[in-house]
């Protein structure tokens, strides 16, 4: 089978391209640029030197050649890829927010200032987060050339983190909040000042703080997990940290009384936390383990770690720890991913594999990174 | 003037003879050390080459000579060092917890796990946050020989950012989140796992969730701020950066109804900040710059601009950004120190500026470093 | 096939026990450790969750159950395990120093301080840099079971940049310079002041001036490649950079006068280089990149390109760039390895390919971590 | 007095405002940008804030009103501001390459591809590396106003290291190696692909190697400090390393045969350092430190510790470690600075502290941070 990778020398199109190089099922890449079209892709990134040796093409030679097709690109810009790939009858999975707002074209417009081109594309399209949306995804595959509107990094992170709460309802009426933090490839490949190594190393600092425009995405992510009930506020903030890879959240979410401990504190009292709080804790764990069981990406700790990002490094896990204030008025869920893979590129081809029926750890199930 | 540094050695006992060797009052040094006795202190840290030379002195010999003490020392071990500095008259400026829960033994005992050895000298004491009690520092040592309770990293840039909406009544009854970030130096000088460099660099992960001792200093700071108000309830959660020095607050305060911008969204609608938001914003901005006008430290940061760890870096500052989330309900005060000057050593010599009446700035006046 | 793998728990045997658990020939794994004899790997490594669950055997259990033995101990205590093996019949494969000198014992000794233990091993022993001994390696294993010296980390990169420049009579005599600088994981996971975060972070310095232990290493490497020549005389310097991966090694090596180009600047004229000393560099490059034509792991970079560890992270590839200083007497080669990799655990997984006849690249052959 | 510093907007003029910020001579500060003229420096760098506050003014506005000013421009646009302040009577302090060359137009143009604009200017110019040319700096400043070239980062580590042994005559003819590590800051404040954080993060690697400009200007140094000796030849490799701060130089020289151990091992023989070796080490330890003894920057190290360039962090020291190779056959400096104080900005007011007669240390006696 072959993939088409248009927008492949950014950092997610050159990471898919990575992953599709080790893919059992690919034997055919067509990697594609707007900038770099007819440069080897072995020169742009050597690292590819011995492994993927590949001319870039214009992104409509791999949008007609390839049996399936991603696209890495600015929002707004690969519709049309979109569509051709529709007429010919293949799937397409969009690395960019034009199709994960499905009909709301509101929503989209509100927070990226541009219109739909074709709206008619979101009969076609679902969301692509396969812990929220896996049976529909085969069911649309099944009917014809699904359109996949891949999620944004920070979206899967706190999304994954805050399900099981939500469909469980524990959460109370009030405001969750998701505080994140990510590495820097995250801003992508193209330099500025904000990227620029001496600007961001050995500093910490929020960006975008009460507006960046992953927020409404998260939102609804929580309202169709949460359906039935109160749609949930939110807050987000996003921090950089100095580090290449890998978001971790850490979310807020006030418990419903009859989640609380039976005789818990007062949440005035400021106590270290009582084994009573352990107790609840864990209770809470078992239900996320319960919840993520057949998830074959979804790892929720034991009890006394928390989730960091350099233990999914290089992989397409999702780590979870769970967590109560010392109140145990409030669950503080942590999540960790490597942004470029499960946030990206990894859920990406997790996608694919969903949509083809592959094993859907091909091509992804390793042992992340261990430094 | 002579100052004593018992546990010259450790990190922050090693910044305070730094910033103590360029201070324009103090002309001798007595570094001690438990561990280190005997040996130079230009040998444990090459740094002080040509600068600094000195050897490290047994922790009494220092407490008998200087004409002020500094100790840096593990929690509990210090009080007869204070004890002995009271009955020779000279100030004793602690930069562990002994001395940070005032007469609230309880408070003490059950997050640290000991008693007080000398309850009594809490009524020499005060806790040293300038901006808190600057005029009872001052009211102490003119009545006689002061022991200063220097705060915690965490809790200096946590207190700082939540204060002028706690003093001012914006905070409605509710919790209020503290999301922060440390350098590594924040865990001492002693190698460890955890701050072992191929455990922690390239990474991002919480630790203690829900457990960290310097919480209830904290609340008790939050407490006195708002007093005459509800207590607000405080959810505290520390992270480790790849990163040397330096922490970041982000900081939740739910709005109280009337401190919400007028016509302000609903909470669920989920859309790009409005100008009334950011209007009102604005006007919070100003509240904490009138707030903070006299204070030496303290940098309100202009609208558009996020506090950040590398802009405070080997400085005494705070920056604090001021932001509203989307919907208007809820405030996010983002604060950064140098853990290790505004948060340890810095202020420590702050608050000898204090007690002895010299310039607050002196030896403190210094542009952070650029990069 | 079951592979064993002794000191599962430091960095190289859990870097051993990630590479293995997808090679594509190992069904089964037998990690042991002494110190954490009884515990999970898993627990050890979290990363291993989902991927590999194992517990720890005690030495013996992996040494007596397995097809092919991996040791990753420190130097001088595994020689019991190899003669077990050598007894069994399986195949041992060292990463400590014990077999890297075959029967110098001399040398061995007056680097490590200790003397063999059962010196008639070296019989069945032979130093695993497959570029060097691939077919030495293949007639020991034909003959019997075989025990693999695996260079140490600083060696392989060294060796390899100078192995042409070495055997094709390019070197002139007098001294060849290996300045080279390690990422913090080759310190190993123990931790220490050396490698604690605030002491390396941000800083690069140099360690062993004049005294590290792989000098005699590469000088042994150097002499058998350059057999029949001089033995060319070496100073070896190691650095330590602030990442946690990587081998950079800049190799001087003095050209022979007829491998100057025919009319070169006087070497005191600092000129910018010529157009002549650009081709003359040209020409060595094609020959190393000739030299090395069927190597699966040794890439020759490109003209305009310098060797950098970072595309070669996670890989078991050596990049080697070529160059020669403004005058045209020194050569000067670059080479990057990741240390762990090459210049560890995938070079023993090679071995291992080379000793049972598996394709070289098996459980090796992936692109390099983009970022 | 007042200082100008043109190009405050980029690395080396901020740092240098942030070191004249502080300086007790200096009560008149006027920073100028061509590109940010019209903002306020602590709008361009926020670190500023509540310690300097300044329009950015046109260049000419800063040459025309100071008693001293610094210009930090790219090459070949600064000799006009140089002669409108040679004409005004004040000192001009370069920080750029115009005036590295003196007389020798021919190097500079070969080397930065441009004529000199004023050549004559070079009559009332010095290169202001004071460890060399401090009485002839004194000398032109008597006798009118006299231009600094100030020296290149990698120039002033490199020429400090190898000093002493080429001024006493350790050095034997042949090639001297400076092998060079810079962290980015050396690269400016302009985003660029090899200095986006991503791309240099967790990784080393060369650049320009055999061709950088800074070539040059070691070889002169050299020459100068060898005057009456063989010219000695130059290789000079940088590398990028990830950090912010500092250069370290490993310099490699071999040594005249009086020089080495009396009995020294065969330079083959490759054994681990002898005492005698060691005990000329020190001997030539003692030679360097006497050769400084009076410079107030430079601090020969102990036996025992390398040069690191986090023990110079944000200081004006030179820090120099001597070593031996294991044969004795090659001397071993390996000298650390910080690339943005004595390796710029610190150099350009040691240098006005000459020229005006000031204590050398006024505004650079500080010990370096710490951590």
Redesign the interface.
């Known amino acids: 089978m072959t993939a088409g990778v248009i927008g492949a020398a950014g950092?997610a199109g050159?990471?898919l391209t990575?992953l599709l190089?080790?893919h059992p099922e690919i034997d055919g890449l067509l990697p594609a640029s707007v900038s770099f079209e007819g440069e080897r892709i072995e020169s742009v990134?050597?690292?590819?030197?011995?492994?993927?040796s590949a001319r870039l093409l214009k992104p409509e030679e791999a949008a007609a050649g390839a049996d399936v097709v991603f696209a890495a690109l600015p929002h707004g810009v690969g519709e049309s890829y979109a569509l051709s790939c529709v007429e010919r009858g293949v799937p397409f999975i969009d690395l960019s927010a034009d199709f994960r707002f499905d009909g709301d074209e509101a929503?989209f417009s509100?927070?990226y200032g541009k219109p739909y081109r074709y709206p008619e594309l979101r009969k076609r399209s679902v969301y692509g987060l396969p812990e929220l949306n896996r049976s529909r995804i085969r069911e649309l595959a099944a009917a014809g050339p699904v359109i996949i509107g891949n999620p944004g990094c920070y979206p899967t992170g706190a999304s994954l983190g805050a399900f099981p709460a939500l469909a469980k309802g524990l959460a109370a009426s009030g405001?969750i909040?998701v505080?994140a933090?990510s590495?820097?490839?995250g801003g992508g490949?193209e330099?500025?000042?904000s990227?620029?190594?001496?600007?961001?190393?050995?500093?910490?600092?929020?960006?975008k703080?009460?507006?960046h425009?992953h927020?409404?995405e998260i939102?609804r992510n929580f309202a169709a997990m949460a359906a039935g009930q109160d749609?949930p506020?939110?807050?987000f903030?996003p921090?950089l940290?100095?580090?290449?890879?890998?978001i971790?959240s850490?979310i807020?979410i006030?418990l419903r009384a009859e989640w609380r401990p039976a005789s818990g504190a007062a949440?005035?009292a400021?106590?270290?936390?009582s084994k009573e709080?352990e107790e609840q804790?864990a209770a809470i764990r078992r239900l996320y383990a319960d919840f993520y069981k057949d998830e074959p990406f979804v790892?929720i700790?034991p009890e006394g770690?928390?989730?960091?990002?350099?233990?999914?490094?290089?992989s397409n896990?999702c780590?979870i720890?769970v967590?109560?204030?010392?109140?145990g008025?409030?669950l503080?869920i942590?999540s960790?991913i490597d942004n470029?893979v499960k946030g990206a590129a990894g859920q990406a081809v997790q996608n694919m594999n969903v949509i083809f029926g592959f094993d859907e750890k091909a091509g992804l199930?390793?042992?992340?990174?261990?430094?």
Do not use: K
Request: glycine share 6%; aromatic share 10%.
């Open positions: 950092y050159a990471e990575r190089a080790g990134y050597p690292h590819f030197l011995g492994e993927v929503a509100a927070w405001t909040i505080d933090a590495g820097v490839t490949r330099p500025s000042r990227f620029h190594y001496p600007e961001c190393a050995d500093s910490f600092a929020p960006y703080v009460g507006g425009r927020t409404p939102a749609r506020a939110l807050i903030t921090h940290a100095p580090m290449n890879r890998g971790l850490t807020y006030p949440r005035e400021v106590l270290p936390p709080v804790a790892r700790l770690l928390a989730a960091a990002t350099n233990r999914v490094r290089l896990y780590d720890s967590h109560l204030d010392q109140s008025s409030t503080i942590v960790a470029m199930g390793n042992v992340p990174a261990l430094f």
